[in-house]
């Protein structure tokens, strides 16, 4: 486990865990003074309450939660959201609701899960020309396989 600093930037604020043994991402909670009404095909900026300070080499991802996506159409339009190593302000979470019916957040309420992985950085080289490979530059669907090769009946 690597040591991560945070610091709660209101003093409500409930800290990320993790809720099983090995789960891959912390549950997030809401940091708020009221209830926030999210309406159909709105955002909202959530607080989350605490500031981290990830090693460098690191990143946080923010990320939706599936039962909040299932049963209300919850979820962050900028997914997977990116928390920098030298970001050192508050985490807010930005809420979507994609649903028909307005939804509303409460303090508390875990409404992401933030996961925190390796990043690499690269320098470019700039060349003239990049090397051969059976792709090419065919994207987007080029090979043609969609899912009907694959039903069995
Ligand atoms: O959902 C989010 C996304 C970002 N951030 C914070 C951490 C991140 O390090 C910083 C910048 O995010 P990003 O690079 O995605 O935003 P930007 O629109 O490119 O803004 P900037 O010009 O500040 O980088 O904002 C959050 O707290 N929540
Ligand atoms: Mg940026």
């Known amino acids: 486990m690597i040591k991560v600093k945070i610091v709660r930037v209101n003093?409500?604020?409930h800290l990320p865990v993790y809720a099983t043994a090995h789960a891959a991402g912390m549950d997030v909670a809401a940091c708020l003074d009221e209830p926030v009404l999210l309406e159909p095909f709105s955002?909202?900026?959530?607080p989350s309450g605490f500031a981290i300070e990830l090693p460098e080499g690191y990143e946080a991802q923010l990320r939706p939660r599936s039962g909040l996506a299932l049963k209300h159409l919850i979820s962050l339009p900028n997914s997977p959201a990116t928390i920098d190593a030298d970001y050192r302000g508050e985490v807010k979470?930005?809420?979507?609701?994609?649903?028909?019916?307005?939804?509303?957040?409460?303090h508390g309420d875990r409404i992401a899960q933030m996961v925190v992985a390796r990043v690499e950085r690269v320098e470019f080289e700039e060349a003239?020309?990049?090397s051969f490979s059976q792709r090419g530059?065919?994207?987007?669907?080029?090979?043609g396989i969609s899912a009907v090769h694959f039903r069995t009946h």
């Open 93 to 106: 979470v930005i809420l979507v609701n994609y649903g028909k019916e307005s939804f509303t957040v409460a």
């Open 137 to 143: 530059d065919g994207g987007f669907g080029h090979t």
């Open 128 to 130: 003239e020309e990049l």
């Open 43 to 46: 955002t909202a900026l959530i």
């Open 11 to 13: 003093k409500k604020a």
